[in-house]
């Protein structure tokens, strides 16, 4: 798998993706995007903390929060190699009440997600995900991947080996069910 985009997502996250054996995140773009753009290739993980913080996560899930603090310092460890395998609308706040047990979000959190920008869809993504037997050090432009925007560009595309699928097809398959459904 060759790996150009880089998406980002919190590192307490990736932990319950792990610990689950599934991916679903939101998105419905950042402050500094019109809308989150839903790439069709594989991408690679820059694991955040930005707004990872224990008002946002669930209490059981607090242990999942990293000490880091957010470094950009143009060098990370890609971990991950991901894909979108579905997309789903959210169209209203009850259908997050509905998804509540399958994320490590505070349901305040999401809602407020919800309602940041109320003409622009919010969807719930399932990933495929990749995880790397051995991590790659990979370079980035610091400048490009700050700020509140979902995805930057690796200085120069990488080829990701030797990776374990994450995801279990049945824990992963009730949640698309329960999506279809909304």
């Known amino acids: 798998m060759i790996v150009k985009n880089i998406l980002k997502e919190w590192s307490s996250a990736f932990k319950f993706f792990e610990l689950k054996k599934y991916g679903l995140i939101f998105r419905k773009g950042g402050i500094h995007e019109r809308q989150f753009d839903e790439n069709d290739g594989y991408f690679g993980i820059f694991k955040t903390f930005e707004h990872e913080s224990n008002g946002n996560i669930k209490d059981s899930y607090k242990s999942l929060l990293s000490t880091s ?49 109320k003409s622009k869809d919010m969807k719930a993504y399932i990933l495929e995900i990749q995880k790397l037997k051995i991590p790659k050090k990979v370079n980035y432009d610091v400048k490009s991947a700050k700020g509140c925007k979902s995805w930057f560009e690796l200085e120069n595309p990488t080829n990701t080996f030797a990776t374990i699928k994450i995801n279990d097809p049945m824990n992963e398959n009730k949640i698309i069910n329960i999506l279809k459904n909304i």
């Open 69 to 117: 603090n957010d470094s950009y310092t143009g060098e990370f460890d890609l971990e991950y190699a991901c894909k979108i395998q579905n997309s789903f609308v959210i169209p209203d706040i009850e259908s997050l009440n509905i998804i509540d047990d399958y994320h490590p979000w505070k349901s305040e959190y999401l809602i407020e997600r919800f309602n940041f920008r």
